[in-house]
């Protein structure tokens, strides 16, 4: 009895240690993070929560939800009213988002001009000058554009990137709370994003996660227009023109 005792105890001690590890890698169920009112230029008005575990954008401009998580950190769309969702690699919803919104790559040295504080918040101010038009030309007027980011420890970069893929930016600058564009020289500079409201608070993991049981789409307009076969009608009407 005591050698069979003896014999079991290793593979109950093996397995005590995998629970152990799965529960540490699972982590709490809440973790601190922040809870956002944006305004922006492709997102429109929209909630957007972050912590450690992942992002999620509920933006009513475009009527889905965006969530990205650890640890893939991939970015998925939804839409509650269609139940369907798309899904896209960090690198490949940075390109969609790009190409859709008419952005090119390849930005000007950034350069840190100051720092400030935006709804309780500490952010570094950053700029650049962009002189250059899609085509390689240079612009009578190049656009100067100063982006206000917050480097949080609550803030993963991966986190980070989803939002600033929407204008273009590298996420090691961290989470742009505020970005405006102008003319050099002009008085007024345009808003592109700007953070309403921030506070601190524990948010589940589960926000993170896309809902069960939605269909796949072919690409985020699919998402937003609800269907499919009324995107292939769209393409198809464009090409016979």
């Known amino acids: 009895m005591m050698l069979r005792q003896f014999y079991r105890a290793p593979a109950f001690l093996a397995w005590a240690l995998i629970l152990t590890f799965s529960a540490a890698w699972a982590g709490p169920a809440k973790q601190s993070g922040l809870i956002m009112e944006v305004e922006s230029d492709y997102f429109g008005n929209s909630i957007m929560k972050v912590s450690k575990d992942g992002i999620r954008i509920d933006s009513k401009k475009l009527g889905i939800t965006i969530v990205s998580h650890a640890p893939e950190w991939s970015v998925i769309a939804f839409n509650e009213r269609s139940k369907s969702y798309y899904e896209a690699t960090l690198e490949e919803w940075k390109k969609r988002v790009a190409s859709r919104a008419g952005m090119k790559h390849g930005k000007q040295e950034i350069k840190l001009t100051g720092t400030a ?54 996420p090691d600058f961290g989470l742009p709370m505020r970005i405006t564009r102008a003319p050099q020289g002009a008085k007024k500079a345009s808003m592109v994003l700007d953070t309403l409201k921030c506070r601190e608070g524990a948010i589940a993991k589960t926000v993170f996660f896309q809902p069960k049981g939605f269909k796949r789409v072919s690409s985020e307009v699919a998402l937003i227009m609800e269907d499919d076969d009324e995107v292939g009608d769209l393409m198809d009407g464009l090409k016979t023109k």
């Open 117 to 170: 504080k935006i709804e309780g918040q500490k952010v570094k101010v950053y700029r650049w000058v962009d002189d250059r038009t899609r085509s390689g030309r240079k612009k009578p007027n190049p656009v100067v554009t100063d982006m206000y980011a917050m480097q949080s420890l609550l803030v993963p970069k991966q986190a980070a990137a989803v939002i600033a893929s929407a204008s273009d930016l590298p």
